[in-house]
């Protein structure tokens, strides 16, 4: 019961900082792929950036994030590096090659050791992002990555 409720806990403040108004970024109406593995900061996330004008297709596992990715073009990725079948690192690894445009990509993670951040960096992820996620922070990086 102690694990399920600092579980429960924990999960509740995966997303801090949500804004009360929206910011104005200039990244607007991008199609985003969402992995993350939690469900409630999965849909939570969803809704805030579709909130902000984005389309956002959510993937709970590595297989899913591969099949969505071939349904259509996407302009960013945004994932979670600890996932049920794998590694955000090896969702990198499978996914880039099959892309036919190079896909600005955001790392969220738990850790945010130096190690960690380059790892991410050297997988193809543009930027990493530790949890709890700062929606503003994850705002203000997407605009960033997609501008380039």
Sequence with gaps: MFNKLSKAALDAAAVSDVPSEKLDTKAKGLRILLVEDHLD?????????????????????????????????????????GLPDGTGYDLMNSVRPKLPVAVPAIALSGYGADADIQRSHECGFVEHITKPVDFNRLLETIDQVTRA
């Design 41 to 81: 900061t999965a849909q939570l996330l969803r809704r805030l950036l579709e909130n902000e004008g984005h389309q956002v297709r959510v993937a709970t596992n590595i297989c899913d994030a591969l099949q969505l990715s071939a349904e259509g073009p996407m302009d960013l990725i945004i994932s979670d590096l």
